[in-house]
């Protein structure tokens, strides 16, 4: 069946450093992929996503690119900010189906000043 | 606008009692998904409604578990006999409908519901 493996954490970082969280999948026809953010105390929003291999989503500096050929949709910010503090959730929807999102475990990532 | 609430926020129960979850999704939005986050793991699906469509009810963990919802408004998820390894975050989403094109979901703020 589908599913999604993500790094787990928590994961901590300094102020400014580089973040790489990394999203694997397993499925079948051709997903969406998404990543949501759950900050302390607000519910799951929607971070980015990509509908088709080799597109990149991005938002809030934050990017990844849907990568067919690895099953792979690694999140990446080039300098993380102490309000980047949240739980970060990889998820994949089969295209066609009822859109029903399978999740990842989530990743904690908390940023030091 | 407003987005997807649900309540209550917080839920204690007894083992055995029944539970009823609400969820209010945003105002035209055609599909809604319930969900559960047990702590430390991802989200599960629970259920999921389109319009006035057969729900599709394959995550159900139980019989114990069963969802309504009226049309393409509120939604209610009832959990009966309640146990213990039943206590969760129980999260609802609504998203558009376009033909067959996925759609941003919308999550609510969740019912935290602990099981004595």
């Known amino acids: 069946g589908n599913s999604v493996t993500q790094m787990e954490g928590p994961v901590t970082l300094s102020e400014e450093a580089f973040l790489t969280i990394n999203c694997t999948y397993t499925?079948?026809?051709?997903?969406?992929l998404f990543w949501y953010v759950q900050y302390p105390g607000e519910g799951l929003q929607l971070l980015l996503k990509?509908?088709?291999?080799?597109d990149k989503g991005s938002n809030k500096g934050f990017e990844a690119t849907y990568r067919k050929e690895t099953t792979s949709f690694h999140l990446e910010k080039g300098s993380v900010q102490v309000s980047d503090s949240a739980v970060y959730f990889c998820?994949?929807?089969?295209?066609?189906?009822?859109?029903?999102?399978?999740f990842g475990k989530g990743t904690k990532l908390s940023v030091k000043p | 606008g407003a987005g997807v609430s649900q309540s209550p926020s917080n839920k204690v129960t007894e083992k055995g009692k029944d539970v009823e979850l609400r969820c209010d999704p945003i105002?035209?939005?055609?599909?809604l998904y319930w969900y559960r986050q047990r702590l430390g793991q991802g989200l599960e699906f629970l259920i999921y409604?389109?319009?006035?469509?057969?729900?599709?009810k394959s995550g159900l963990p139980s019989d114990r578990f069963s969802a309504e919802r009226t049309g393409e408004s509120v939604s209610t998820l009832t959990i009966q006999r309640t146990q213990q390894e039943d206590s969760a975050v129980y999260l609802c989403?609504?998203?558009?409908?376009?033909?067959?094109?996925?759609?941003?979901?919308?999550f609510g703020p969740g019912t935290r519901l602990l099981v004595l």
């Open positions: 989403a609504s998203s558009p409908r376009v033909g067959r094109l996925q759609e941003t979901q919308y």
């Open positions: 499925a079948t026809g051709y997903p969406s």
């Open positions: 409604f389109q319009g006035n469509s057969a729900p599709d």
């Open positions: 998820a994949l929807s089969d295209s066609g189906s009822q859109g029903n999102l399978i």
């Open positions: 105002s035209g939005h055609t599909a």
């Open positions: 990509a509908t088709k291999a080799d």
